[in-house]
């Protein structure tokens, strides 16, 4: 199988090395597609002076998810994996990629992270979402059939973070399976700082509901889930409790700290402000996005949407 490999990378170049020095040395054959931007690390220069570079797309837009699409637009695989800048390929990845598009629509294994005294490997994830069985994926870390990627148009612009979750709802909504190979692992060469879906420009959730960066990190979190949840199951009473669940559990955790004397209790109200306040949006624009693509693909911010997402393009195929 021929396929293809996407990179986006911001500000990455130390990880974006050590990514694409695995990909070479165990897959040299592969079309390797880097979308860099809008970087200010001398990134572009390092990747003019690769030579298993086949394309660079320049893009100015931070969002992740206009990256992806960016690379997904110019592969030219029959199937296409997309690599966080972090990650470097094991011995057996492209093997696994090749058994676990066989009989499915979109293939993912583990991410394996370095802790103190060893690494830790995340298992295959899937649940039950209003009837439907949803197998989520490292968006770091898939490989998807050109026919799904142009199905589902790709990527959901709209959102900065949970673009992963989202495209496993709407694989999951066309019937689209997504198979689970342990050999199709990634080591992550350096510390990253990762969204909840392999995301390098978001940073990670967690920790209490405390101060201006991370009253902006769990808005960004609450109206993406807002958002994909309304955008593909509707206005469904199951939607607004699992939000509510969601809420509540995180209000909790970020409670302790109250109760601890650690937060301040006006801080913690002002972020459970930005996270009401964000799951409203998310709701109402999920909602909008619906009514707009009302077709199984649901995705009215897709690859199609718009051509203007390279600022410059070097292929040297």
């Known amino acids: 199988m021929e396929f293809s ?81 972090g990650h470097r390929i094991e011995d057996g990845w492209a093997g696994a990629i090749e058994r676990g598009l066989e009989g499915s629509d979109a293939v993912t294994g583990p991410t394996h992270r370095p802790i103190r005294g060893g690494v830790t490997t995340e298992a295959r994830e899937h649940r039950t ?28 612009e709209y959102l900065e973070t949970g673009g992963a979750r989202d495209l496993a709802h709407r694989l999951a909504g066309q019937e689209r399976a997504v198979s689970w190979q342990s050999g199709m692992g990634v080591r992550e060469g350096v510390e990253t700082d990762g969204g909840e879906d392999g995301d390098p420009r978001v940073v990670s959730q967690g920790g209490s509901f405390v101060g201006n960066e991370a009253h902006r990190r ?7 889930l807002a958002y994909r949840l309304a955008k593909n199951y509707g206005p469904r009473p199951s939607v ?8 509540t559990v995180d209000g909790v955790s970020s409670a302790r700290g109250v109760l601890r004397g650690e937060v301040k209790p006006t801080a913690w109200v002002g972020g459970g402000s930005a996270v009401t ?16 693509d009302r077709t199984t693909r649901r995705n009215p911010y897709g690859i199609s949407g718009r051509r203007d997402r390279a600022v410059e393009r070097y292929d040297w195929r």
């Open 129 to 156: 979402v209003v009837g439907r069985e949803v197998t989520y994926f490292n968006g770091g870390n898939v490989a998807l059939t050109r026919e799904a990627i142009d199905e589902l148009d790709g990527f959901d």
């Open 240 to 247: 607004l409790r699992r939000l509510a669940g969601h809420s």
């Open 277 to 292: 306040a964000n799951t409203l949006i998310g709701l109402k624009d999920g909602l909008r996005a619906r009514a707009s």
């Open 5 to 85: 490999v996407v990179v986006p990378t911001l500000n990455g170049r130390r990880q974006l090395v050590g990514c694409l020095d695995a990909l070479r040395e165990r897959l040299p054959t592969a079309e390797t597609v880097v979308v860099n931007g809008p970087s200010t690390d001398g990134t572009s220069g390092m990747l003019h002076e690769r030579p298993d570079v086949d394309v660079l797309v320049e893009i100015a837009d931070r969002n992740i998810n206009v990256a992806r699409n960016a690379g997904l637009e110019v592969a030219g695989g029959e199937a296409v994996a997309l690599l966080d800048q």
């Open 218 to 224: 769990w808005g960004l979190k609450y109206r993406a």
